[in-house]
């Protein structure tokens, strides 16, 4: 054999093997190799075809990466019409549908059905000839599309030449299918996070973005979007094909092509039960779909069936409740959270999404105003995904009159009238108030909670009274309140007041670390505060402090250091720490007594996730402490151990994923001996 000929031989190799992988990475999910050797199969390939242009065929991997631009989209026939289906909007319009086919075919009672989700997406068409990619086009008008070959080329997980497995069916000579050309919802939402990081437009939804790509005349600005789809139908072509849709999609499976995740009934009961639950699962799906297709499984009948105008009556759409509408933007209002954060919200003209009258929806921060242009007045663009609170996409540009202003946040708190602050770097606004009204039920609310001052018997719903009856106007009077102040409350007998002022006395004695937390600090949780009270006696010496200082003690940052000399500077604040003194709630002490300076966990950082048999989840944490340990929220590569319980959450899967090592309970108490 010549070198001439091994040469081709080896490309030929080379081609099957990065189809193959391809398939395995794209479709599969499932690949053999790593990307790097990917990389160098790729690499190899290219190179024999620099050398050897005339070798060049259009199913070769090099040609996915986008030819040369377009002037424009030429039309395509397509062999049999690409048609749309009618629409269900709920079970009573699906056994409509069933109960109208029916009357027509008798054959229907006994039918068997396909239920697939209907992807979001945008429909394509494309043409095999001897089992190699010849032409794609999108739907268009059902009799005539748009040729974008080209384009569809770069989508990795459409096969260039079937099968893509060699020990699959062969290829027909002829072959025309379709599917649904989209973008996985992690695909989208991380090129917008490149586009947006790079200064450039994001866009709005998935779909649009991926219909866009897959119509731009630069294929290789379509070969740079993370495209994929899924085929589900056989259009026409030359062969013996496969009589059920069932069949059908595990034939197209055969071949090498990416199909939707289709489930087989066995009657139309048991289709109206699939369907429903995928409207409650559809979020599980990494793509979005508007709904699902039930389909009569037997292809024979379906054609039988006929059409209702241009709707084939052997199937129907069922879409589910909107997620994503337009509606008019009245007014942007801001609440002011428990830590003070400014959180703006839309005041909508009501509309209904996703089976629920929306009137408000959420509007991020003040950044995400500004860089969407979103105006009071402006038509925009609501969606609401799964349980979630509906949020605001962006404006619809083209519905504006010319009378929307861009919108100013607001200088000073809603509530309170304070100067609201941002830190550099940080996104959000806050008010440092701690007596600002909107925060206060909160505020007190976090002031007793059990990680802070654990005032037993004082729950929200007492707060509220307190606050309501203005006996309390900071977290500091609930250390004045007297017996005669409670028995004035609905609800109050002397039992309940005196346990509930001896609660609050007894929080008098919690340590420096509770009383730290129970500020509400920004970004002062209870490793932080315990930080905090082994480097500081008191409060005084606390607000006395820099933002140098505090940086000096590990795990502070610049910005929590100056969260915390912002609100030491507050006078409102000041004036609460004065009334704390007063009432003698001033623990001192560097450090809780009991705790191991130089024990057997010193230097050690810990995390607990699930539930432990023998702790409670602040035993634990005391355990770890009193050993000279730290517990912390989060695991991290400075994670020195994670210990786990009875059902772990996804901490447990990141101790795994960067290698910190994990250990049970009884392992725990073996590393004190």
Same mark, same amino acid.
């Given at each position: 054999?010549?070198?001439?000929?091994?040469?081709?031989?080896?490309?030929?190799?080379?081609?099957?093997?990065?189809?193959?992988?391809?398939?395995?990475?794209?479709?599969? +999910?499932?690949?053999?190799?790593?990307?790097?050797?990917?990389?160098?199969?790729?690499?190899?390939?290219?190179?024999?075809?620099?050398?050897?242009? *005339?070798?060049?065929?259009?199913?070769?991997?090099?040609?996915?990466?986008?030819?040369? $631009?377009?002037?424009?989209?030429?039309?395509?026939?397509?062999?049999?019409?690409?048609?749309?289906?009618?629409?269900?909007?709920?079970?009573?319009?699906?056994?409509?549908?069933?109960?109208?086919?029916?009357?027509?075919?008798?054959?229907?009672?006994?039918?068997?059905?396909?239920?697939?989700?209907?992807?979001?997406?945008?429909?394509?068409?494309?043409?095999?000839?001897?089992? $190699?990619?010849?032409?794609?086009?999108?739907?268009?008008?059902?009799?005539?599309?748009?040729?974008?070959?080209?384009?569809?080329?770069?989508?990795?997980?459409?096969?260039?030449?079937?099968?893509?497995?060699?020990?699959?069916?062969?290829?027909?000579?002829?072959?025309?299918?379709?599917?649904?050309?989209? $973008?996985?919802?992690?695909?989208?939402?991380?090129?917008?996070?490149?586009?947006?990081?790079?200064?450039?437009?994001?866009?709005?939804?998935?779909?649009?973005?991926?219909?866009?790509?897959?119509?731009?005349?630069?294929?290789?600005?379509?070969?740079?979007?993370?495209?994929?789809?899924?085929?589900?139908?056989?259009?026409?072509?030359?062969?013996?094909?496969?009589?059920?849709?069932?069949?059908?999609?595990?034939?197209?499976?055969?071949?090498?092509?990416?199909?939707?995740?289709?489930?087989?009934?066995?009657?139309?009961?048991?289709?109206?039960?699939?369907?429903?639950?995928?409207?409650?699962?559809?979020?599980?799906?990494?793509?979005?779909?508007?709904?699902?297709?039930?389909?009569?499984?037997?292809?024979?009948?379906?054609?039988?069936?006929?059409?209702?105008?241009?709707?084939?009556?052997?199937?129907?759409?069922?879409?589910?409740?909107?997620?994503?509408?337009?509606?008019?933007?009245?007014?942007?209002?801001?609440?002011?959270?428990?830590?003070?954060?400014?959180?703006?919200?839309?005041?909508?003209?009501?509309?209904?999404?996703?089976?629920?009258?929306?009137?408000?929806?959420?509007?991020?921060?003040?950044?995400?105003?500004?860089?969407?242009?979103?105006?009071?007045?402006?038509?925009?663009?609501?969606?609401?995904?799964?349980?979630?609170?509906?949020?605001?996409?962006?404006?619809?540009?083209?519905?504006?009159?010319?009378?929307?202003?861009?919108?100013?946040?607001?200088?000073?708190?809603?509530?309170?009238?304070?100067?609201?602050?941002?830190?550099?770097?940080?996104?959000?606004?806050?008010?440092?108030?701690?007596?600002?009204?909107?925060?206060?039920?909160?505020?007190?609310?976090?002031?007793?909670?059990?990680?802070? $001052?654990?005032?037993?018997?004082?729950?929200?719903?007492?707060?509220?009274?307190?606050?309501?009856?203005?006996?309390?106007?900071?977290?500091?009077?609930?250390?004045?309140?007297?017996?005669?102040?409670?028995?004035?409350?609905?609800?109050?007998?002397?039992?309940?007041?005196?346990?509930?002022?001896?609660?609050?006395?007894?929080?008098?004695?919690?340590?420096?670390?509770?009383?730290?937390?129970?500020?509400?600090?920004?970004?002062?949780?209870?490793?932080?505060?315990?930080?905090?009270?082994?480097?500081?006696?008191?409060?005084?010496?606390?607000?006395?402090?820099?933002?140098?200082?505090?940086?000096?003690?590990?795990?502070?940052?610049?910005?929590?250091?100056?969260?915390?000399? +912002?609100?030491?500077?507050? *006078?409102?604040?000041?004036?609460?720490?004065?009334?704390?003194?007063?009432?003698?709630?001033?623990?001192?002490?560097?450090?809780?007594?009991?705790?191991?300076?130089?024990?057997?966990?010193?230097?050690?950082?810990?995390?607990?996730?699930?539930?432990?048999?023998?702790?409670?989840?602040?035993?634990?944490?005391?355990?770890?402490?009193?050993?000279?340990?730290?517990?912390?929220?989060?695991?991290?590569?400075?994670?020195?151990?994670?210990?786990?319980? *009875?059902?772990?959450?996804?901490?447990?899967?990141?101790?795994?994923?960067?290698?910190?090592?994990?250990?049970?309970?009884? *392992?725990?108490?073996?590393?004190?001996?």
């Amino acid at each position: 054999m010549s070198a001439e000929n091994e040469l081709q031989n080896r490309l030929a190799d080379l081609r099957q093997q990065i189809h193959e992988h391809n398939y395995r990475y794209h479709v599969l +999910d499932d690949p053999l190799i790593s990307d790097v050797e990917f990389d160098r199969l790729l690499v190899e390939l290219r190179q024999i075809e620099v050398e050897h242009p *005339e070798w060049v065929t259009p199913d070769s991997p090099s040609q996915r990466a986008g030819a040369q $631009m377009l002037d424009k989209f030429t039309k395509v026939q397509h062999p049999a019409p690409i048609l749309s289906l009618a629409n269900a909007f709920g079970t009573p319009d699906l056994r409509a549908w069933y109960e109208r086919v029916v009357r027509l075919d008798d054959r229907v009672e006994r039918a068997q059905f396909v239920v697939e989700p209907k992807i979001d997406g945008l429909s394509v068409v494309l043409h095999y000839r001897e089992g $190699m990619f010849v032409q794609g086009a999108t739907r268009g008008n059902g009799e005539v599309g748009e040729e974008i070959t080209a384009n569809l080329r770069t989508v990795r997980s459409l096969p260039l030449r079937i099968p893509t497995n060699p020990d699959g069916p062969a290829a027909p000579p002829y072959l025309v299918v379709r599917g649904e050309a989209f $973008m996985n919802i992690g695909d989208f939402e991380r090129l917008n996070q490149k586009l947006e990081a790079a200064g450039q437009k994001t866009y709005l939804n998935p779909r649009n973005t991926a219909a866009g790509s897959l119509r731009q005349l630069d294929p290789s600005l379509t070969a740079s979007r993370p495209l994929t789809l899924l085929i589900y139908q056989i259009v026409a072509g030359e062969g013996d094909f496969p009589a059920t849709q069932w069949g059908t999609l595990e034939y197209l499976r055969g071949l090498g092509f990416p199909t939707p995740p289709a489930e087989f009934c066995t009657d139309l009961d048991e289709a109206v039960q699939v369907v429903e639950s995928w409207e409650q699962r559809r979020h599980d799906l990494p793509y979005e779909a508007d709904g699902v297709v039930i389909k009569i499984n037997d292809l024979v009948l379906q054609a039988d069936l006929g059409f209702a105008g241009k709707d084939p009556r052997g199937a129907i759409a069922y879409k589910f409740p909107a997620q994503e509408v337009t509606t008019i933007l009245h007014e942007i209002r801001v609440n002011v959270g428990r830590t003070g954060r400014l959180t703006p919200y839309a005041v909508l003209e009501p509309v209904l999404i996703g089976g629920v009258v929306v009137k408000q929806a959420t509007l991020h921060n003040f950044d995400y105003i500004r860089d969407k242009d979103i105006r009071p007045g402006d038509r925009v663009r609501l969606k609401r995904a799964g349980e979630v609170i509906p949020y605001v996409i962006g404006p619809v540009e083209a519905a504006r009159t010319g009378a929307e202003l861009p919108y100013e946040p607001p200088l000073n708190c809603p509530e309170c009238g304070e100067l609201v602050e941002n830190l550099p770097g940080e996104v959000d606004w806050f008010c440092v108030n701690a007596s600002c009204p909107e925060q206060l039920v909160r505020n007190v609310e976090h002031f007793v909670s059990r990680g802070a $001052m654990d005032i037993v018997g004082l729950g929200i719903k007492i707060v509220e009274q307190l606050i309501a009856a203005e006996m309390v106007r900071d977290v500091a009077d609930l250390y004045t309140l007297k017996r005669e102040d409670l028995l004035a409350l609905e609800g109050f007998a002397e039992k309940k007041a005196d346990n509930l002022l001896e609660s609050i006395e007894a929080s008098k004695a919690r340590p420096l670390s509770r009383l730290i937390t129970a500020l509400g600090i920004r970004g002062v949780g209870e490793v932080v505060a315990a930080d905090l009270a082994r480097a500081y006696p008191d409060l005084d010496a606390l607000a006395a402090t820099s933002i140098v200082a505090l940086q000096g003690i590990e795990g502070i940052g610049p910005n929590i250091a100056a969260a915390i000399v +912002d609100w030491f500077s507050h *006078e409102r604040n000041r004036l609460v720490l004065e009334k704390l003194k007063r009432a003698v709630v001033w623990p001192t002490g560097v450090v809780q007594a009991a705790v191991q300076v130089g024990g057997p966990f010193a230097g050690k950082t810990f995390v607990v996730t699930g539930t432990l048999a023998g702790f409670t989840r602040d035993g634990v944490k005391e355990f770890i402490e009193q050993h000279g340990g730290k517990v912390t929220g989060s695991v991290s590569k400075n994670t020195h151990y994670v210990v786990v319980g *009875e059902n772990p959450g996804s901490k447990l899967e990141k101790a795994r994923q960067l290698g910190v090592p994990v250990i049970g309970e009884e *392992e725990l108490r073996r590393l004190v001996l």
